[in-house]
């Protein structure tokens, strides 16, 4: 903590907005990350009514960063219009950025840096940029960044780019640097391991989709969705959620990694253009701005796993220390929001939630962490039906749960999300009164 | 010097090609062996079918899931013991039934807990078990037994039959040595049973490429905190090896500095150039001494304490072969050999003890040989000095052991050197050929062989001589 900082200073969550989130190369496919982020960032100050001049700085997480303007969070204050004086910074731990833009916000604000700062994060998949093999780079960027090229140069570096096979840009795809493997087969592995049927999976996805349908029909996200314009017009809402999904449906997919495996496009998160915010303040500048604060991040964890192992399966091992963090145990909570990847991600880490082997070997504990209760988990769907901008999730999930706690008052809300790298995250979130 | 037979082997045309013709010449398999140093989970993604009640199924628990096993047994208690620990890990244990017996699916290992066989109608589990699996071994497979010594028997026909695995391993080693797989007999000491794990990690894995038909004993004579990293396992250890700047102890120094070691290489000043490559190259410290000086010993004691404090573990690898049949050998021929193979090593290892340069929990690996084990023609001098080599290492390690040091060596066989490409050709394809493997080794299997002595883990195993030698024929 910093000198002169009154200690107990306590960083609370006064709201949270996030654009539609719609399938990559659809609605929002005009739209950069940049662009998405603006949006959010946007509407929310909009909604909550923020004056301009009491944000510190805007914290942003990013995964698939547009390489000539890595520093998203900048170019949104930018574009936006802010003060100039609002700092901006990026943040990127794959899936796990969004809530690493959130508990950093927490602690800058906890530890007496800043008082009002804007957390969240975006990706528009569609926007996605080819890479050129590096081969390229190196023999073009000579001649396009130093100075005068003669016809000779120029013909020479093209003679160097022969076969063309060797330079056609590479199809960009969500794989392990370390393994190539493509997080799919990860997946399919893990259901194999954790003995994960098809079935269970569909299960999941179906529940998903069905959980978000409602959600939408009855006006739950209603609030917690702006609508973006476009140059091909105004989107308004979710455009992933099945309501008309079933398990018949479900069941006739193939499976996408393996012939005989059992990860489909069904119980798997779409690529997902979006973005989303939250607003985190110190307790005393929310009160004092007359904002009614939702909820606190009472603790989080980061941990990692081996990505040659079982890619996913780092929540399993966050949660635990989160719950630790927080002074918790599973019982103690109400609502479990879990970062759905793959259906069969989810269900291996619940497994090993409740396996008191997993716990003795993985976590040196006597006790398993627990049985998730159905009733709490993803109770508005999750990431398969509603989609997955990566770093936009976390602030979802966020907004979700803080007016979820603030709106039953219920106590608390536990998170967990998976990332590439073998990454796991959680964090806990209580209620403030 | 290449070996034709076995290059011409690996291609599938030639092989069908000898089959076809009935040619009587077995062509040898070409031995898989590790890309890199050694990993947490060598049996990714493999398969191993394990069958025996005995006392090593919590050890079996302990290493199979992590290691990466998918497991099948028929033994209702194995499969209660691993797979309490298998969820943790993700990996199933399956039940062995029937129809694996005659599926076509091949499998990376067979093991046999064998240590509760207590009478000779007992042995019956080996044959049924072998003979039902043994065709589902894999190419490069392992085949492992888990025994007691027979001096541990509390019983006559406990002792016949522990004794009887040692000629059946030796024999299914040859059976199956045709396709590069290979079979090991761990022996156990009662107490010893959670020691096993870095042998078999060793045994099983392709780091024993070329140990096959071997017994190898587990005690718990040494101390042993239980406390071992399976990768970078030489992290933070002082490692000196002789004769460093060539041959198999150039590959002992790369493998022992790619376990994260760091390596003081030694060999004689005359080498000074290529040792200095090889310490350059992976990180090490040169030394240039003559080990059969008989300043040597101090000097090499005072740099490692000046350097690093002490060394943790001692490869004596230099060795000279001077050889002539005896009644033409000279007088000279006779006192190199002695001094550097054998009185160096003695000399060396007695002045780290004296001047506490060796620290606790070290590890002594000395080379011996087949021909200090065999006896060879032209070779009286070498083989007394490899001979020697084994008293010195059973001796010296009832010693050390109170202080957690333990002291083995490796017997090699036929090693592809640039010493054996100077054999003729006709010795030397005996060389490679009269062997479970039919072929001969390379100096990182050598390498591996001492760098598995060397490990922390490796606790259990003192007082041994472990022959890497492909199953020789030769002093078997």
Not at chain 2, 51 to 61: F, K, N, Q, R, Y
Request: net charge neutral; charged share 20%; glycine share 10%.
């Amino acid at each position: 903590m910093a000198k002169n900082t009154p200690k107990n200073r306590r960083a609370v969550i006064v709201g949270g907005l996030r654009t539609p989130f719609a399938k990559a190369f659809t609605e929002l496919m005009e739209l950069d990350t940049i662009a998405l982020g603006v949006a959010a960032v946007g509407g929310l100050l909009r909604k909550l009514d923020l004056p301009r001049t009491e944000i510190d700085g805007i914290i942003w997480g990013g995964v698939v960063l547009p390489p000539l303007s890595v520093n998203i969070g900048r170019e949104i204050v930018l574009d936006l219009g802010l003060p100039a004086s609002v700092e901006g910074h990026t943040v990127t731990r794959a899936c796990a950025s969004g809530l690493q833009a959130i508990t950093d916000a927490a602690s800058a604000i906890e530890r007496g840096d800043a008082d009002v700062l804007i957390a969240g994060g975006s990706d528009s998949t569609s926007n996605a940029p080819i890479a050129f093999p590096n081969k390229v780079t190196r023999t073009l960027a000579p001649l396009a960044l130093g100075g005068k090229a003669t016809a000779a140069d120029i013909l020479g570096a093209l003679a160097q780019l022969m076969p063309l096979s060797e330079v056609l840009p590479r199809q960009p795809r969500v794989a392990e640097r370390t393994t190539g493997e493509v997080m799919g087969e990860s997946a399919e592995r893990m259901a194999q391991r954790n003995e994960i049927s098809r079935e269970a999976q569909d299960q999941l996805a179906l529940r998903s989709h069905q959980r978000a349908a409602r959600a939408i029909a009855s006006g739950r996200f209603d609030d917690e969705i702006t609508k973006v314009e476009t140059p091909k017009g105004l989107v308004h809402s979710d455009s992933l959620v099945r309501a008309d999904t079933s398990a018949e449906k479900l069941a006739k997919l193939r499976p996408v990694f393996s012939k005989t495996g059992t990860v489909t496009a069904g119980n798997s998160s779409p690529l997902t253009d979006g973005a989303a915010a939250i607003v985190m303040m110190s307790e005393e500048k929310a009160r004092a701005l007359g904002y009614e604060p939702l909820a606190t991040v009472s603790s989080w964890s980061y941990v990692g796993v081996d990505p040659a192992d079982q890619l996913l399966i780092g929540p399993a091992i966050a949660v635990p220390k989160a719950l630790d963090r927080a002074g918790l145990t599973l019982q103690d909570i109400d609502l479990v929001d879990m970062h759905e990847a793959f259906a069969a991600q989810v269900l291996s880490v619940l497994k090993m939630m409740g396996s008191q082997a997993f716990a003795r070997e993985r976590l040196g504990r006597d006790q398993a962490t627990g049985e998730v209760d159905p009733d709490k988990l993803n109770i508005y769907g999750g990431s398969i039906a509603i989609g997955h901008p990566f770093a936009a999730t976390g602030a979802r999930m966020v907004t979700t749960m803080a007016n979820e706690l603030h709106r039953t008052g219920k106590r608390s809300a536990l998170l967990g999300i998976c990332a590439a790298g073998g990454l796991g995250a959680a964090a806990v979130l209580e209620r403030v009164d | 010097m290449t070996d034709l037979l076995l290059e011409l082997g690996k291609r599938p045309f030639v092989r069908k090609l000898v089959a076809s013709a009935g040619l009587p010449m077995p062509m040898p398999e070409a031995l898989p062996r590790p890309k890199g140093p050694s990993v947490e989970r060598f049996l990714e993604g493999k398969t191993v079918r394990v069958a025996g009640e005995g006392a090593l199924g919590a050890a079996l628990a302990n290493l199979l899931p992590r290691a990466g096993a998918t497991t099948l047994t028929a033994t209702a208690a194995l499969a209660a013991t691993i797979g309490s620990k298998a969820e943790a890990y993700g990996r199933v244990v399956r039940p062995l039934t029937a129809a694996d017996s005659e599926s076509t699916d091949k499998v990376h290992a067979l093991i046999l807990d064998a240590t509760a066989l207590a009478r000779p109608a007992d042995l019956r589990l080996l044959y049924t078990f072998f003979h039902d699996h043994v065709r589902s071994l894999a190419r490069g497979g392992r085949v492992v037994l888990l025994g007691r010594p027979s001096d541990t028997a509390t019983t006559l026909a406990q002792a016949a039959t522990e004794g009887a695995l040692d000629g059946f391993t030796r024999s299914l080693a040859k059976e199956i040595g045709g396709k590069g797989a290979t079979a090991n007999l761990v022996l156990v000491e009662p107490g010893a049973e959670m020691r096993v794990e870095a042998v078999l990690r060793f045994l099983l894995s392709s780091a024993s490429a070329f140990v096959t038909a071997q017994p190898l004993r587990v005690s718990a004579e040494a101390s042993w905190d239980n406390r071992d990293p399976w990768e970078k396992p030489l992290a933070q250890k002082v490692v000196l090896v002789t004769g460093a700047a060539r041959g198999i102890g150039e590959a002992t120094a790369r493998m022992l500095a790619s376990e994260g070691a760091h390596v003081v290489c030694l060999d004689r000043p005359e080498d000074d150039e290529p040792l200095s490559h090889v310490a350059r190259e992976i990180g090490g410290t040169p030394l240039t001494a003559d080990v059969s000086d008989p300043e040597a010993g101090v000097q090499i004691a005072l740099e490692l304490k000046r350097l690093h404090g002490g060394v943790d573990i001692v490869v004596h690898n230099a060795g000279v072969t001077r050889d002539r049949t005896l009644a033409r050998m000279q007088e000279s021929g006779w006192d190199q050999t002695i001094n550097i193979n054998l009185a160096a090593i003695l000399h060396i290892t007695e002045t780290l003890l004296q001047t506490g340069a060796l620290r606790d929990n070290g590890r002594v690996v000395s080379l011996s040989s087949i021909a200090g084990i065999a006896g060879n023609m032209g070779q009286t001098n070498y083989a007394a000095s490899k001979s020697g080599v084994i008293g010195f290492t059973r001796y010296l390690a009832k010693q050390t052991k109170a202080r957690g040091i333990t002291v083995n060596a490796i017997a090699p066989g036929f090693i592809e050197t640039r010493m054996t490409a100077a054999v003729p050709m006709m010795i030397r394809e005996a060389g490679r050929r009269l062997s479970a493997l039919g072929q001969g080794g390379l100096p990182e299997d050598v390498a591996r062989a001492i760098t598995f002595m060397a490990l922390p883990g490796s606790a259990g195993v003192t007082g041994q001589v472990l022959r890497v030698c492909g199953g020789a024929l030769i002093g078997a």
